[in-house]
């Protein structure tokens, strides 16, 4: 069915409501009043009554509105109208009315409108009457009236310019070129219940850029790599690591977030737990992944940077077997100083072939970006992306310094850049991709409250805001959990979901055919979802 369409375009529309005026001049029928049935005979009318008035036939305008509903006998429908009023206490006998509409289709309504009209005027129905439509159904028509005046019989299914509900995006970017772009932004139908949100953002294809794979170890593991290793832990069980997972502050955190990874030892272990996010992220409809690795919190306790990038790396190969393609990005902990920062790149040199860009992490506030100057120039001069951790607890000048000083492609977090007008502007005004993390932001209390989290406000802005999982075993959830949570506390419309999905592709380190084919496949599915 959707080939039979036939697109309207406005100009076309708007020429045709003028040859019906013509044709209403020509046939030297003068209205003393023309109604347009809303809303499709509102646009014609108008046409029309201009068209009219520029030769000099004046005459009075209005819309009134039919609604049709299922009978007693569910078969017949039938037609309410409303907003006679004025007709009524104006029309007299001698009057001529217009009656216009975009198409005579079953004829039901203007047979219903002038049912009503002359039920209500009595005396004063004018005697003549006449019916003009820019397009005639006449295999469809169900009354006896047909139009005196038309420019086009048809029996096409025709689609008026405003008409963009029912349409699947593909249609409207295919037809409607001009408001795509338009309503690319605004609500598309929302959903009836969180529910019905959870299920799309369940299927929604997304990538996660923001993965700090060490963060990625959930408790079960854990403790199954420390009786592999025979690493002591001072915990008896996984109920143990579970309770001790619970922290409330950033100290404790990092005590077991640390602490966790002190079971990590062998190739198979990175390997494993690698592997298990990456089944994790695939059942999220997670496409494309760039993953953090921290080799500093590995390599100072004696294990070797082979042993850590081999087993990431092999786990990366295998999703990729399986259609999910990777970034692997190195991070400096930036609590540690710049010399630390350079010999690990050093240690990195021989693995460029599988490392895609470099980044910062831990500790922000006390460690500007500055502090990594040079060590992020010699990256960005071995030809890897740059991105840091910035404006999550650290003031927005640190996101200053992480474009001006670092020159990164992308920040991580950013919340606190909209502390500064001109910081969101640039931001914006790059198309500067921002990774944010909202239950990483809940749990850690960089918000009090998701409901106050700045993900629709980054939106608002402009900027390209993407929603990812940060350290999911320590905050609570993987990428949809981050979903959920954050569009049930903003109240997401769709168009914000798909935005921000949208979002992580856009702002990936993929080539632009990738990123097109999978802004098409989310094209697809949100076409698919209704
Ligand atoms: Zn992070």
């Given at each position: 069915m959707a080939d039979d369409k036939v697109y309207i375009s406005a100009n076309e529309l708007l020429a045709d409501s003028f040859r019906l005026g013509n044709m209403v001049l020509e046939s030297g029928f003068a209205p003393t009043h023309l109604v347009g049935i809303w809303r499709g005979g509102a646009p014609v009318g108008i046409a029309v009554q201009e068209l009219l008035e520029y030769h000099g036939v004046v005459c009075d305008h209005i819309a009134v509105r039919t609604s049709s509903y299922s009978g007693i006998d569910q078969q017949t429908p039938e037609v309410r109208v409303f907003a006679l009023g004025y007709l009524i206490d104006t029309l007299g006998p001698d009057d001529r009315l217009l009656v216009i509409d975009d198409v005579f289709d079953s004829g039901r309504s203007i047979e219903a409108f002038l049912r009503e009209l002359a039920l209500r005027c009595r005396h004063n129905m004018p005697r003549g009457v006449r019916i003009a439509t820019v397009y005639y159904k006449p295999t469809r028509n169900r009354t006896a009236l047909k139009p005196d005046f038309f420019v086009h019989q048809s029996d096409a299914w025709l689609v008026f310019p405003h008409e963009v509900n029912g349409l699947t995006l593909d249609e409207i970017r295919r037809h409607k070129p001009e408001a795509a772009a338009i309503l690319q932004r605004a609500p598309m139908t929302d959903f009836a219940s969180a529910v019905d949100r959870a299920d799309f953002i369940a299927g929604l294809p997304k990538a996660e850029l923001h993965l700090h794979i060490e963060g990625s170890l959930e408790p079960e593991m854990l403790f199954a790599l420390a009786k592999r290793n025979a690493v002591a832990i001072p915990f008896e069980s996984v109920e143990a690591v579970r309770a001790a997972y619970e922290f409330s502050n950033l100290q404790d955190f990092l005590d077991i977030y640390y602490q966790g990874m002190s079971v990590l030892q062998t190739e198979q272990d990175f390997f494993d737990l690698t592997a298990a996010y990456l089944a994790r992220a695939e059942a999220d409809a997670v496409r494309h992944v760039e993953i953090f690795f921290d080799p500093q919190g590995h390599t100072e306790r004696?294990?070797?940077?082979?042993?850590?990038?081999?087993?990431?790396?092999?786990?990366?190969?295998?999703?990729?077997?399986r259609g999910v393609t990777s970034r692997l990005i190195m991070c400096f902990l930036r609590h540690l100083?710049?010399?630390?920062?350079?010999?690990?790149?050093?240690e990195a040199l021989p693995y460029l072939a599988v490392i895609d860009g470099v980044g910062l992490d831990s500790s922000e506030v006390g460690h500007p970006p500055a502090k990594f100057a040079r060590v992020f120039a010699r990256a960005r001069a071995l030809g890897l992306k740059l991105v840091a951790h910035a404006g999550e607890?650290?003031?927005p000048a640190y996101v200053h310094e992480a474009l001006d000083v670092l020159g990164v492609d992308r920040i991580d977090h950013g919340n606190r850049a909209l502390e500064d007008a001109a910081l969101v502007a640039r931001l914006a005004t790059g198309g500067m991709c921002l990774t944010v993390c909202p239950l990483s932001n809940h749990k850690l209390c960089v918000v009090d409250d998701l409901a106050a989290h700045p993900l629709r406000r980054m939106l608002d802005a402009g900027l390209v805001a993407t929603v990812n999982s940060d350290d999911p075993a320590y905050f609570g959830g993987y990428v949809n959990a981050n979903f959920v949570a954050v569009a049930d506390a903003l109240d997401l419309r769709r168009d914000e979901i798909v935005a921000l999905a949208r979002n992580s592709f856009a702002g990936s380190f993929l080539g632009?055919?990738?990123?097109?084919?999978?802004?098409?496949?989310?094209?697809?599915y949100v076409a698919q979802a209704g």
């Open positions: 004696g294990v070797a940077f082979a042993v850590v990038i081999g087993g990431i790396a092999r786990a990366l190969d295998a999703a990729r077997a100083d710049e010399a630390a920062a350079e010999a690990t790149l050093d607890e650290g003031p632009e055919t990738d990123k097109a084919r999978h802004l098409a496949a989310i094209d697809a």
